[in-house]
């Protein structure tokens, strides 16, 4: 055989592999196509699912949370009237701080002002007015 002959046919031997390749690429590129496009699609309906059921988990505690804060204002409606009831049964006040205080300097005012008569005397002040 020629030289130029044989050239051609190691050249053709070793191109052949590489178009066999390209062949049975295409239909895996194909299949890969679809598998991707498929996983696309189920991870789309999951994110779905997970996005419902994180709206679901979050009505579910906004109604536990309600339940829980209408127990804990009846509760404390409860304690209000109770801490009322036993205030009252127990001391019931005459007079407020504020006026417990206003009496008390007033009766001070008014011993000071009678130590004050019967310490100074009638006749010393009588001098003292005349000088």
Excluded at 48 to 74: G, K
Aim: a positive charge.
């Amino acid at each position: 055989m020629r030289q130029g002959s044989l050239s051609l046919l190691l050249c053709l031997l070793l191109l052949s592999p590489l178009a066999q390749a390209e062949e049975e690429s295409t239909p895996l590129s194909l299949s890969a196509g679809a598998r991707i496009t498929e996983l696309q699609q189920r991870l789309q309906d999951s994110e779905r699912q997970r996005e419902a059921l994180v709206q679901q988990l979050q009505n579910a505690d906004n109604e536990r949370e309600s339940a829980q804060l209408t127990r804990l204002r009846q509760e404390n409606q409860r304690l209000k009237m109770a801490l009322k009831e036993a205030q009252a049964s127990v001391n019931p006040r005459l007079l407020t701080d504020q006026q417990q205080w206003f009496v008390t300097g007033g009766a001070v005012a008014l011993v000071a002002l009678l130590c004050g008569i019967f310490a100074s005397g009638s006749h010393r002040r009588r001098k003292q007015w005349l000088n």
